[in-house]
């Protein structure tokens, strides 16, 4: 019996492992479960959320301060819309950049991810999101200014050309300093959520009267879905699209290379604020 005992138990060892023909292994790898989870980690739809939120905001308060100071100069100037479409990027960035990242802008979210700063995978839902908050944004406008049929949308105020080149030129401007704040732990962290915000007024004070200065697909394309007005459309995709990736390739170009900061994939400017008061030297590389 002692000498029968190996060969039954690697009977019975082969006969349970053998796979069956008729039910053919269809569940994932561990490898594959784990590369998921990497990509979409649990909390990624609350990031998604907090782009359908930010973008909502900026829309409303962006678009419907321009819409107001084409109704009424007097009340909203030029100058005030241009300073509140900075300020409403400055707060949202301390309320929501420790979730999402503060994108609001496919922009941005393109340029981040052309440079390995964020996972492309998430592009495409961070593109849906801020879309849709643009869009209800855009509508919701639209209900609280009627009789009017301006919610602040923007169209070239001159040539295609003039407007293709302003809007490349201030959405560089913008993501250039971006990535600096938001990406570099070399840089000075602190304030940076108004260097951002300020940035997004000085370029549409410069921009306004040529472009609208949008430097944002979505701040474009909701207010256009709204009021049925296309005009120069490609023009806001185009420019801030390519000049976002040109900032965000020309900051990697002269990033100081010789005291590298911790690099991570999500940029979180109100993690930074947090880390240069607080002291604290948590691994930037857990916002992955």
């Not at 393109?110 to 209800?136: K, N």
């Not at 030129?169 to 602190?190: E, L, P, R």
């Not at 207010?223 to 000049?243: D, E, N, Q, R």
């Amino acid at each position: 019996m002692e000498g029968t005992s190996p060969n039954t138990f690697t009977f019975i060892t082969t006969t349970i492992d053998a796979p069956s023909p008729s039910n053919p292994e269809i569940s994932p790898s561990p490898s594959a479960l784990s590369g998921l989870a990497q990509t979409y980690p649990p909390g990624f739809s609350r990031k998604v959320f907090a782009e359908v939120i930010g973008t909502f905001l900026l829309v409303f308060v962006g678009s419907g301060s321009a819409g107001l100071s084409v109704i009424d100069e007097s009340r909203v100037s030029k100058l005030a819309a241009s300073l509140a479409a900075g300020l409403i990027v400055t707060v949202m960035i301390y309320s929501i950049g420790h979730i999402s990242g503060a994108h609001m802008n496919p922009a941005v979210s393109l340029a981040f991810a052309a440079v390995r700063h964020f996972p492309w995978p998430q592009v495409p839902f961070y593109v849906v999101a801020q879309l849709t908050g643009s869009i209800s944004a855009s509508y919701t406008l639209r209900e609280l200014f009627q009789p009017s049929k301006e919610i602040g949308g923007t169209t070239p105020a001159g040539s295609h050309i003039q407007a293709l080149i302003v809007e490349m030129v201030t959405t560089f401007t913008m993501v250039f300093i971006s990535m600096a704040v938001a990406t570099d732990t070399n840089a000075t962290g602190q304030l940076s959520g108004v260097a951002v915000g300020c940035s997004v007024s000085i370029s549409s004070i410069v921009a306004g009267p040529i472009s609208g200065g949008s430097m944002n697909p979505a701040r474009t394309l909701g207010p256009a879905i709204a009021t049925s007005t296309y005009k120069g459309l490609w023009v806001y995709f185009v420019g801030p699209i390519t000049g976002a990736v040109l900032a965000a390739w020309s900051y990697n170009v002269i990033r100081d290379t010789e005291h590298p900061g911790f690099p991570f994939s999500l940029s979180s400017l109100s993690f930074k604020v947090r880390q240069s008061v607080s002291g604290t030297k948590t691994d930037q590389r857990s916002l992955v």
